[in-house]
């Protein structure tokens, strides 16, 4: 239903920044979820940050205070700010967009955040 593509990664230091992008193909306005998954090697996908059409936002609470998830609708485009980092954090980070009854379940090829010195 969408095609998204993620952009922002790379290799930061630890207590660095980077902010993600993911491009969607159309208008985001009236997609359900939004959300930012990761997954590190050797480990499950685990959802990061996600908001909803109305607003409401959902943290992991590893991330809670470092990282915000926001949309500009205009662009088509939703964000996740990411701010003091650590070395955990480093994974594959991918962007999904999911309708109110799964009728949807879009995801994109994934940017690589590494957290070293």
């Known amino acids: 239903q969408v095609q998204l593509v993620e952009s922002g990664g790379g290799l930061v230091q630890p207590g660095g920044s980077l902010r993600l992008s993911c491009a969607a193909s159309r208008s985001i306005s009236s997609i359900y979820v939004m959300g930012w998954h990761r997954q590190a090697p050797g480990k499950q996908r685990e959802l990061v940050a996600a908001?909803?059409?109305?607003?409401?936002?959902n943290y992991l609470d590893s991330v809670k205070g470092r990282f915000t998830i926001s949309r500009d609708n205009a662009k088509n485009t939703v964000f996740l700010q990411m701010n003091s980092l650590k070395p955990e954090d480093t994974a594959v980070y991918y962007c999904?967009?999911?309708?109110?009854?799964?009728?949807?379940?879009?995801w994109g090829q994934g940017t690589q955040v590494t957290v070293s010195s």
């Open positions: 999904n967009a999911r309708g109110v009854m799964n009728e949807y379940d879009s």
């Open positions: 908001v909803t059409t109305g607003g409401s936002t």
